[in-house]
């Protein structure tokens, strides 16, 4: 399986952006997926889950009413709507899929997109 994530750029705060990875295998469909995020001298975080059927997502407590996790399996692709955008969104995010036990631990994860950076200014 292999990962890119795409949609990342330069916002203001209260912006919204679309973070999207395409995933090519058709394994991906039988996955879970999920989104971290590495701010500047920062550890990867967690950011968002959502389990392979679709039917369970799970946000972190800083993004939980903002940002939107969704897959769509005719495309082999996992969204992260992001709203109401904060300076302190501002991070590289990647994109996973595979997961262990643990899907808000990096190291839990088999496969990983690239990043797309995001900035926020105040």
């Known amino acids: 399986v292999q990962l890119q994530a795409s949609g990342g750029g330069l916002v203001q705060a209260g912006d919204s952006l679309r973070l999207s990875c395409a995933a090519s295998g058709r394994a991906f469909k039988n996955y879970s997926a999920g989104w971290f995020r590495q701010g500047p001298g920062k550890e990867r975080e967690f950011v968002a889950f959502v389990r392979w059927g679709g039917g369970g997502t799970s946000y972190a407590d800083s993004v939980k009413g903002r940002f939107t996790i969704s897959r769509d399996s005719a495309k082999n692709t996992v969204h992260l709507q992001m709203n109401s955008l904060k300076p302190e969104d501002t991070a590289v995010y990647y994109c996973?899929?595979?997961?262990?036990?643990?899907?808000?631990?990096?190291?839990?994860?088999?496969?990983w997109g690239q990043g797309t950076q995001v900035t926020v200014s105040s």
């Open positions: 996973a899929a595979q997961v262990g036990q643990d899907y808000r631990r990096p190291n839990a994860w088999g496969y």
